[in-house]
Structures are given as structure tokens and as C-alpha cells.
């Protein structure tokens, strides 16, 4: 039998960048593809593209399976809190959903004082802000402190800038993105999800710092929880076991979701501006094994990676699943 050393090297030139199906209403996303079908139904086609410094910097085996498999552990075990579009995984890539009409905001929940970009608390804080987000933060805070209690901050989706623009809870209403009744019922559900998975993170030896929620609303009204759900692209974990010693001699905690990549590629003086510099493939390699080590220390489900080259297998089961003819190619 294979070592999974072997086969994440042999799946690397193979990574799943792109797929095109023969669906109408396709949207390109930097991760995700999705394609709108009949009876109010979106398919959510999950590559193995790696999105940092807001574009693409590279594809990594096995990414995308990650994200869809875990996402789906997610939403199953937060259904009981709200409602969420998943209705069926046909393929470990592939994410059938109930079509919904995203919000305009991004629900970001915070458990500490961390973060370096510009809508990070850390770095308002840093900056000399006091007040953050409509909170009041007092003197004398550290960087990676925990805050007392989970707090909500959150941005436009883009912006005018077409840059995350902050927002405070208030000015959500305030703006008209959403109404004060389904604000309130977003907030409730993001704190309580938050907690479930600090929780479930907990006994994974994980901490669960802060993370991005998309909710939409259904045909009928109903508020449901979308996209993607406490994955090492839109969470930032840290090791828990490491952590009290390591915050109380001010040391940065070992991360445990993709902002090494972020680091590696600060290291060689990058920063999201201009071209970016060629990376190792072991840097990949290194990728890929962490994020199948995320997957199966949260779910605690031992990763079984699926057939490479995805668009065959992928056309192959949508077909089964009565999605796409099977074999067609566009």
C-alpha cells in the first residue's frame, strides 16, 4: 500500500484547477465553481485552487476535497442551530445545494485579539483604535489575547473598493443590508455555531481563533448557513496544547490552518503586491497533508482521498447522480 507521501506527490501535477461543465449560470469564484439548476437546486464544484493575498498563488492536492467533505461534517453537526443548503455530496468534490440569495455581509466571529490585515483587531488595535467594530476594547491588551466573549464583526462581501469594508453591527441594519428581525437571527446563529466549534475544536486539541460565515435566504423565506463552514480557509486555528506558554512568553501560537502559507510567502519579501515568487513544491506537499491532518483531527474520520484526475470521476458520479451526462465534456 501507497504512503500518503506518495500519493500527495503523485497527485500534485494533477491538482484540480478547473472543470467546465455543460450547465448554464456558471460562477467562477477563486476556489469554488458553481452552476444553477433545475428546481432551485446550485452546484457548488470545489477545486483544489489556493486563494491568499486575494488571488490564486497555486493548487494543492486534495484542497478540495478537504473543504467540501469538512464543510458538509460541518453542517451536519450544526443543523440543530440553523438550517443549512446542503442537500447531498455526489462526488467528494461536488456540493449539491439549495439555490439560495446570499446577504451582503460577511459574518466574521472573533474569539481573540489577532489578525495583521486591515480589517484585523489585532491591527486596529495596534494602530491605536479603541473603539473596533462598535466594541470598546481597553488599554494594555495583547496581541492573541482572548476576549472575554465571542465577538461579531462584520464586512461588506467586496465593497466599492472591491476590498472587505467594516462594518458595525448596527450599520448592517443602518445601510439596508439586512432588516433588523434577520440580523438579530444571523447573529444568534453565528455565536452559537462559533461556540460549537471552539467546543468540537476543543477536543481535537485545536483552538478555534476566529472565522467567516455566509448566510442566504431560501425561496420560502427561510435564513440558511452557506458556503463553507470552519475550514483551514475560512478559520484560523491554533494547536492547544502549545498556546498558555507560548502567548504568556509572547510568542506567535503555532497556526494550524493555511496562514504558513501566507508566512512562507511573507518570508520572501511578498506581500500581495506585484508578481508573486515561485514556491517549493514542498510547500504544497507540506499544504495538502495539513489540511487532510485538519480534516481528520475535527471530524475524526480517517481521510480517504479520492481518484485523480477529478473532472473524469467527477463527470462519472454527476452523471450517476443524474446532474450532467456522464462523459460530457465542454
Known sequence: ???????????????????????????????RDSYLLAGNRRLLVTTDRLSAFDRVLACVPYKGQVLNQLSAWWFANTASIIPNHLLSLPDPNALLAENVEPFLVEVIVRGYLTGVTSTALWRR????????????????????????????????????????ERLTSAEVVSHGLLDAAAWDQ????????????????????LIL????????????????????????????F????????????????ENFDKEFVRLAYAAQGYRGEGEPPQMPESLWLETSQRYVAIYE??????????????????RSNLGKAGLVLEGSAA
Open 125 to 164: 488595535y495596534e494602530l491605536g483604535e479603541r473603539q473596533i467594530y462598535g466594541y470598546t476594547f481597553q488599554e494594555g491588551l495583547r496581541k492573541n489575547q482572548a476576549l472575554p466573549e465571542p465577538i461579531i464583526t462584520p464586512t461588506t462581501k467586496g465593497g466599492p473598493s472591491g476590498h472587505d
Open 186 to 205: 444571523v447573529q444568534a446563529a453565528a455565536l452559537q455555531i462559533f461556540r460549537r466549534g471552539q467546543a468540537l475544536a476543543e477536543q481535537a486539541g
Open 238 to 253: 491554533w494547536k492547544a496544547g502549545t498556546y498558555p506558554e507560548r502567548f504568556a512568553a509572547g510568542v506567535e501560537p
Open 297 to 314: 483531527m475535527l471530524s475524526g474520520q480517517e481521510f480517504v482521498p479520492g481518484e485523480y484526475p477529478v473532472g473524469p470521476r467527477l
Open 1 to 31: 500500500m501507497k504512503k500518503r507521501t506518495e500519493i500527495f506527490s503523485e497527485a500534485l501535477p494533477l491538482a484540480f484547477a478547473e472543470i467546465e461543465l455543460p450547465l448554464p449560470d456558471h460562477y467562477h469564484g477563486k476556489v
Open 209 to 236: 481563533v476566529d472565522t467567516k460565515y455566509e448566510f442566504g435566504r431560501a425561496a420560502d423565506g427561510r435564513i440558511l448557513l452557506i458556503d463553507e463552514v470552519h475550514t483551514p480557509d475560512s478559520s484560523r
